[in-house]
């Protein structure tokens, strides 16, 4: 039974400020979204990839691939204004009879392909699963700069991507979040409102997801420190 990686790389970065979306930007020699594709294409489990993309694009895309070629099948398609318009358009690409969909997003490159395989794994067994591993900071909730309550941190985790579904689950949870106009901040939150629990895989704190622009030398120190306890 094979799985589709879906793989969010619609975003403009705005939070990085460079001149050109993330997931474009070099890291140790390669794009970032490069290293991401190619995490996903090792994965035994993963038969194809489907890439959203910003409009403007995809000439730059179909070049790197050129450069930096990726062993799966892969679809460009145009992304969305949110992420979860993104993803939604993606699921739109999966071919029908897929079991498993397997969300990344193309700014986290550090991944290991045995992440997302596990991850893959757990959503075959509990029909969702997602990689995250448990808060250390203590966390508030906050308005008007003003701490109101404190929930248990033994309850608080952080979650990333790998996160993978049953694709049918997944169709019906981005349909029911449009038709009820609902925005989440991961696709996990959207099954959850269905009343499936979804699976933890522990997963470690390095998974970093590139945002800011002090996330890249970080993204370059850990890969040169990762690289070398590989070797
Ligand atoms: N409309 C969007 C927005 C985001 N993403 C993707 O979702 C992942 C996580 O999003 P984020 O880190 O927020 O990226 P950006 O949206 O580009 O960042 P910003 O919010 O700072 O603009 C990224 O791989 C990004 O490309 C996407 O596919 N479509
Ligand atoms: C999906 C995600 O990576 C899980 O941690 C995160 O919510 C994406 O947030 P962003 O603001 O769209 O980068």
Known sequence: MTAVAIVPAGGLGVRFGADRPKQFLELAGRPIIIHTLRRLAACPDVSHIVVALPPTARPVFAALLETFPVEKPITAVAGGAE????????????????SVVVVHDAVRPFATTELITATIAAARADRAAVVGHPATDTIKLVQDGLAYETP???????????QAFE???LRDAHARAAAEQVTATD?????????????????????????????????????????????
């Open 83 to 98: 992420r979860q318009e993104s993803v939604r358009l993606a699921l739109a690409a999966v071919p029908d009879g897929t």
């Open 167 to 169: 694709t049918g689950l």
């Open 152 to 162: 248990p941190r033994s309850t608080l985790y952080a979650v990333q991507t790998p």
């Open 187 to 231: 696709d996990a939150m959207l099954v959850e409102r269905l009343g499936v629990p979804v699976r933890i895989v522990p997963g470690p704190r390095w998974n970093l997801k590139i945002t800011h622009p002090d996330d890249l030398p970080l993204a370059d120190f850990l890969w040169q420190r990762l690289a070398r306890e590989s070797t």
